[in-house]
């Protein structure tokens, strides 16, 4: 049984940080990608970020240069760093695991305002 647990949430001034942490439990061998999104209210949810197993990286064009992906394979932990936040980042964050199925953390609320 596959577990994803984020934290790091909560409120942020604009122009702020935050790092969100991911802790991956359970099975899970081989190839796989991790990845974060994020579901602002009445919007779909949108890919943030992707990290595979060969260190490759994929960003949405919206936090390109502001977000970084990385993972701790000894502690089974995915962490985004979000730099420069802006109110529009404000939005559940949620943390994925795609191996031979797709698996789902039950998100982390960030909300950027003054």
């Known amino acids: 049984q596959v577990q994803l647990v984020e934290s790091g949430g909560g409120l942020v001034q604009p122009g702020g940080s935050l790092r969100l942490s991911c802790a991956m439990s359970g099975s899970f061998f081989g190839i796989n990608v991790t990845g974060w999104y994020r579901q602002a209210p009445g919007k779909q949810r949108e890919l943030v970020a992707v990290?595979?197993?060969?260190?490759?990286?994929m960003y949405g064009n919206s936090v390109k240069g502001r977000f970084t992906i990385s993972r701790d394979n000894a502690k089974n932990t995915v962490y985004l760093q979000m730099n420069s936040l802006k109110p529009e980042d404000t939005a559940v964050y949620y943390c994925?695991?795609?191996?031979?199925?797709?698996?789902w953390g039950q998100g982390t609320q960030v909300t950027v305002s003054s």
């Open positions: 994925n695991l795609k191996t031979f199925s797709d698996y």
């Open positions: 990290l595979n197993s060969s260190g490759r990286t």
